[in-house]
């Protein structure tokens, strides 16, 4: 009994030590996920966080103008978020190009300041061609602040943090969707009038911080004048770059099913309420804020961006699966949002690092608008389009579908891996081939 006592007791009283050494583990881990970035970044993803608070008219629109007091069909809320994508589209090919002309600065208090006006008008249109039209605008005027804002990161950002960097600020527009989706819920139960205003004032708080602490310094826009050396360094000369961009829009063209067509699928046929649905919108924003810093952190740098971008987009290929092969109770909503979240938390990040990567100070306006471009693009087509296929032969086929384009996507991005790996490779042949030819000469030099 005594050797029994003696034995036992000091593996007990080891517990509370090794889980205290757990948690300070955990908490260094955290602390060190976030060391290193810069005062401007941090406020550049407060500026984000502002503005995303108030992200209450996207997620709700839907079930806005099919709710009764609009009466549109399935069908015509698809096509307006197609004119929310057009804009949004149109509107970033300005954004990347004003941004390498004037500056991300000006652009950025330009749009979030018309962004802000348009939401408030477009809450006040009842017509359908009202609505079409301002919705463009609208979108063209917010999408115009994306490249911008993705120049400004990089500009404040070193290369060994630049992905955490595009983390942090993801992390703010996700943290505000949490709590814009989460009461955007509970206000559209009883107006859905005031998500308009919310998201119109909220613009204006971010344009007023950026204006009284965000000001650039030591930043001016690259002059590069047109040769025809440089017009090849244009991002529409790079090939692995727009085969990236094409598959970027249709991982896009997937992933929005979940805030525009998902919405409706859970109301009209799964009967769930508004506030319940905003709950799930908030579930996927609250995990990103809390772990997808620390996953960047970890692995950040440890394979090719391409790898994670795959495996994240397999993920998302397997919750849009979930939606026909189980039973879709709250529970089972609660697991693929789960699903979504880590695809897009290992997709994402790495995305931004990878179009970033190929990139130049004097063109990475192009190559900023280009990406964003990419998910405009989506936006126009991947809701409108799902929305045709919910409305003329049901909402399992649109996920049966969705899920088949995701797979088409992990295939295309495992293939840009491996071309892109044999061309490291090459390239790293003829360097060490160029270098073996250089030294005899330097040798033999008298």
Known sequence: MFLYTNTILPVCDLYPILHALMINKTITTYKDAYTGLSRSTWLLSLVMLINRSGTMVVPFMSLYLTSSGMGYSIGKAGFVYGLFGAGAFTGAWLGGRLTDKIGFYPVQLITLTGGGLFFILLGQMKSFPAICVVSFFLSFINEAFRPANSTAIAFYSKEENRTRSYSLNRLAINLGWAVGSAIGGLIAKYNYQLLFWVDGITNFGAALLMLSFVKPTGYKPVSHKKTPGNAKQSALHDAVYMW???????????????????????????????????????????????????????????????????????????????????????????????????????????????????????????????????????????????????????????????????????????????????????????????????????IEKP
Not at 274 to 301: D, R, S
Not at 327 to 353: D, G, K, Q, R
Not at 410 to 428: C, D, P, Q, T, W
Request: aromatic share 16%.
């Open 244 to 442: 990236f961009i094409v598959l970027a829009t249709l991982f896009a063209a997937c992933f929005f099913q979940v805030f525009t067509n998902l919405s409706v699928h859970y109301k009209l046929n799964l009967h769930f309420s508004e506030p319940f649905i905003g709950l799930l919108m908030a579930t996927n924003g609250l995990i990103i804020v809390v772990i997808e810093m620390v996953i960047v952190y970890k692995l950040e740098g440890r394979q090719k961006n391409t790898v994670y971008i795959a495996i994240g987009t397999l993920l998302m290929a397997a919750a849009y699966c979930m939606l026909n092969v189980f039973l879709m109770t709250a529970f089972m909503a609660f697991v693929m949002i789960v699903f979504i979240t880590f695809a897009e938390i290992l997709a994402m990040p790495f995305m931004n690092s990878y179009w970033i990567s190929r990139s130049k100070p004097h063109n990475r306006g192009q190559y900023a608008a280009l990406y964003t471009m990419a998910w405009s693009a989506a936006q126009t087509f991947g809701p409108m389009g799902g929305a045709q296929i919910a409305e003329h032969y049901g909402f399992n086929w649109l996920w049966w579908t969705v899920c088949g384009l995701s797979l088409i996507a992990v295939f295309g991005f495992m293939r840009l891996h491996v071309y892109s790996a044999k061309k490291e490779s090459i390239a790293n042949e003829e360097e060490l081939v160029q270098a073996e030819g250089k030294i005899p000469a330097v």
